[in-house]
């Protein structure tokens, strides 16, 4: 068996695969990587969208993410990011609940038509893809091999639904305090090698990959080519980076080993006392340092 038809081989959960094995090569092809800023809407200072959005801009971002699906707010996103430079990122849509795997195949039913229905703002919004989450503790019974058969069972359509409209889903692996299923990004990637639809993708999440990851570098590695969204925030309290110690510099260096070509957005608080208008840029130009100190 040779390496490529290992990996199309590798079952879904690969706790005895090494981080180092799974890992794909650079392809020849590959552009540098770049870094595209960007941030959740609520994380920026702004009473408004446009305020929001001339923030951004003067912050030298290029991105914003939205909340759930935005679809009732298509015209005024659209208004308010013509002409700016500024791109939706991404949906950060979540679980449903974990209506998805349910066994109760109405909810599922109903699940799988919500996050279609998402992909479709997606479309009109021109974003990077939606951010889905599988389940979140005690939003599901099944043990995490059941989870893969559900996974298995249900992303076929909805990959190729995404594809058809042109959009994507990015599975997001959480820390086990906040989900028991898919806590690495080795264990997302499985699943987009296994299933291998440019319909499903996944993300990595700073925040999450310092709880859970041995090394964020071959992390992101190992994501290769489905990784297509990052969320920034630090270790201990998920504030803003710059706030308190954290190096996004090992990670950094995994994202220009893939030539990582999306958005990096902040997801996270700002420390209790401090002045959002103060702080945000300010993890902006840490954020920019630290790019410019991960050399590969
Ligand atoms: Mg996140």
Known sequence: MNRRSFLKSTVAVTSVITLRELALPARADQKPAVLKLCSQ????????LKEKVANLQKYGCVGIEFGGNPANRVAE??????????KVSA?????????????????????????????????????????????????SELKPAELDKVLAEIFPDIGDYAKKVGNR???????????FYINRLEQAAAICNKLNNDGIC??????????????QTQAFVTAGKWLHHVHLATRDHRILPAQEPHSYIAGFKGLKQIGYQDF?????????????????????????????????
């Open 41 to 48: 809407e609520g994380r920026i200072p702004g009473g408004s």
């Open 77 to 86: 996103i659209k208004a308010a990011l013509t002409g700016t430079g500024i």
């Open 91 to 139: 949906l950060c849509w979540g679980s449903q609940k974990g209506d998805l795997v349910s066994l109760d195949m109405a909810k599922r039913k109903a699940g799988i038509e919500a996050i279609k229905s998402a992909l479709n703002t997606a479309v009109e919004l021109e974003s990077t893809g939606v951010i889905f989450v599988p389940c979140f503790h005690k939003q």
């Open 169 to 179: 889903v990015l599975i997001e692996p959480l820390n086990k305090k906040e989900t």
């Open 202 to 215: 996944m993300m990595g999440d700073f925040y999450h990959m310092a709880l859970e990851e041995s090394d």
């Open 264 to 296: 990096c957005s902040l997801e996270c608080g700002c420390k209790k006392g401090s002045d959002p208008v103060v702080e945000v840029p300010k993890a902006f130009d840490y954020l920019r340092q630290q790019w410019d100190e991960a050399t590969v």
